[in-house]
């Protein structure tokens, strides 16, 4: 992707709406989260399953970027109703969503109770846990899946928490293996799983499934966070982390919303949000860490939080977000769900965070 010329970034941001005040933000923030709060989805059953767990990692950064007490008070009153066990989930990588939120929470609070569940369950010899089979992290299918990946953030936490290099190992196999299976070498983007490779929509192009590297996208700065920068695989994911990060911001449609589909935006011509709250929060985060050019992707990211912005109702409601899928699919304009709500909040937190 070449950059762009400084008369033509110029050009571009002085067109861009003005900033929203961090005060706005912040109502904003809890204007959606507090709608969430009052029209749950999950089941009392899946209460820690990897779509109220998508969530609460925005609830997480939400807290992080703007110590609002709500947020963390929300946060841990899930995970005390819940007793930090692990979800029930029989995908292994699903069962690290959850884990994300009991581990930042342990950081905060440093109860040793909030992470001995998981400590447990990473070392039982179970076909679904990484001490019970070097393939723990296929679907139940025996696939690969890239929405795995935004689990992985689970292992450098443990790391901090244990000092127990072994989970590094499992990180690293987990995501080389992953990104092996299903990332395409000409285009740099991730398919869902082996189902697509080699799948053509009606315009004989690919099928990327937004959200699907949404989760790919927005769980490498996760993971970065708290991996070692002195790590040997490090520099893997920063390269993996800029390249994808160029592949998603040129299929940036001119509204600022994404597309179902990142490489056929008429496969899907609807709007999608939480694919591009995944998108925002990423490509947010490469600026303010310096590891993406500021002249080249600060108007996707602008664009992008505008355009989500724009599609809250006034009772806090996020539309347009894909209904839980594994593909590109239609969907409707009220469509919505609680992982919905997490990949705003996390677009959001770093908006917050300001400079952008």
Not at 162 to 183: M, S
Request: proline share 7%; charged share 25%; with cysteine.
């Amino acid at each position: 992707m070449r950059p762009l010329s400084r008369r033509t970034f110029l050009a571009s941001a002085a067109a861009l709406p003005a900033r929203q005040p961090r005060a706005e933000t912040l109502a904003l923030m809890h204007r959606v989260n507090n709608w969430q709060l009052a029209h749950p989805t999950a089941k009392p059953a899946e209460d820690r399953d990897w779509v109220r767990a998508t969530w609460y990692t925005g609830v997480m950064e939400a807290w992080k970027a703007t110590r609002d007490c709500r947020f963390l008070e929300q946060a841990l009153a899930w995970g005390r109703k819940n007793e930090w066990q692990v979800a029930a989930e029989p995908t292994g990588p699903n069962r690290l969503f959850c884990l994300q939120t009991w581990l930042e929470l342990y950081f905060e609070c440093r109860e040793r109770a909030m992470i001995e569940p998981a400590i447990a369950w990473l070392a039982a010899a179970a076909p679904n846990s990484p001490a019970g089979s070097p393939t723990w992290y296929l679907d139940n299918h025996k696939r690969s899946y890239a929405d795995s990946l935004y689990g992985a953030a689970a292992f450098p936490m443990l790391y901090k928490a244990t000092g127990d290099r072994k989970y590094l190992d499992i990180l690293h196999a987990f995501f080389r293996a992953v990104t092996r299976d299903l990332r395409d070498a000409e285009d740099g983007l991730f398919y869902r799983d082996v189902r697509f490779i080699g799948q053509r929509t009606r315009a004989n192009r690919k099928v990327f499934w937004s959200r699907g590297n949404g989760w790919v996208l927005a769980g490498i700065p996760r993971l970065l966070e708290y991996l070692p920068k002195d790590d040997p695989v490090w520099s893997e994911y920063i390269a993996l982390f800029r390249s994808l990060a160029a592949a998603v911001a040129k299929r940036q449609p001119a509204g600022g919303l994404w597309r179902p589909n990142l490489d056929d935006p008429e496969d899907v011509p609807l709007p999608e949000s939480s694919g591009t709250g995944f998108f925002v929060y990423a490509l947010a985060w490469g600026i303010r860490n310096n590891l993406l050019p500021r002249a080249e992707f600060l108007p996707a990211v602008r664009r992008g939080w505008d355009g989500l912005r724009a599609i809250v109702s006034p009772e806090g409601q996020v539309l347009w977000g894909q209904q839980v899928d594994g593909q590109p699919n239609l969907l409707k304009r009220e469509s919505t769900d609680e992982y919905v709500t997490g990949t705003f909040l996390l677009a959001a937190s770093q908006v917050y965070r300001g400079g952008l």
